[in-house]
């Protein structure tokens, strides 16, 4: 059995190709194009791609995390 799918059978081809960006730039220019989680934002894959604020949880994570400070 197979895992479900979150977007259907036919997912949006721009979150594949926005999702394949931010990989290609983070392994060609070491970030994936946005700025690192330490600095209070982050980027969602949804059908609308989009960057936003951290939320509560994630900043506690990322402050405990050297690397994330950025």
């Known amino acids: 059995m197979s895992p479900p799918r979150t977007h259907g059978t036919n997912p949006p081809q721009h ?7 931010a990989w290609v730039a983070f392994v060609r220019d070491g ?3 946005w700025r690192p989680v330490g600095h209070g934002t982050g980027m969602v894959f949804d ?6 604020e951290l ?3 994630e900043r ?3 402050a ?3 690397e994330a400070r950025g």
């Open 15 to 21: 979150l594949a190709d926005t999702a394949y960006a």
């Open 31 to 33: 970030g994936p194009g």
């Open 47 to 52: 059908e609308e791609c989009r960057k936003t």
């Open 55 to 57: 939320l509560t949880i």
């Open 60 to 62: 506690r994570i990322a």
């Open 64 to 66: 405990a995390v050297p």
